[in-house]
């Protein structure tokens, strides 16, 4: 062991000495022209001279639709997240609208489900929602899925309803 750290130190040392000795003998002497600040800020931002179309920037900007979350409706989101809380969350990604989770038993019920829920679109809207149930021995039915499509929904209407009261 003694000897392993040994040989590790002196590699380090070694490889220190090779990096400081890289730049020993060039550039002695030699003005460097250095570009004003603002140049060299549009090179690392903009290194093709194009300025991006949206930035991190635009995520803190005020949107015109409040109901939004990233790209996903608000609403629906929360709705789904208050609808399906006896499942263990696996991922959220508000941006893509993807929720995931685990298994898990709905109150009173016997049978373990799990949920992947994803929301395409903006609007408050039936389209906007899909949601997929599985249980342990395969894909939910139709009706079940249909049942909490609706239940999500509704709170959805319920929670747009109690915001535009306030």
Not at 71 to 100: C, H, M, R
């Amino acid at each position: 062991m003694r000897k392993s750290q040994i040989l590790l130190g002196a590699g380090l040392m070694a490889a220190l000495v090779v990096q400081s000795g890289c730049s020993a003998f060039g550039g002695r002497g030699q003005a460097v022209e250095t570009p004003p600040a603002s140049e060299i800020a549009d090179d690392i931002i903009y290194r093709d001279r194009v300025k991006p179309t949206s930035t991190i920037w635009d995520l803190f900007r005020k949107r015109g639709d409040a109901g939004q979350v990233g790209a996903v409706n608000k609403y629906i989101w929360n709705a789904a997240l208050e609808t399906l809380n006896f499942l263990p969350v696996q991922s959220v990604d508000p941006f893509t609208g993807v929720i995931t989770t685990g298994y898990g038993t709905p109150p009173g019920g016997g049978r373990a489900y799990r949920a992947t829920i994803y929301v395409t679109d903006p609007a408050l809207d039936a389209r906007s929602l899909n949601v997929a149930l599985m249980t342990r021995s395969g894909p939910a039915s139709a009706e079940t899925v249909r049942a909490v499509e609706d239940a999500i929904l509704t709170r959805a209407r319920q929670l747009r309803g109690q915001d535009s009261r306030l």
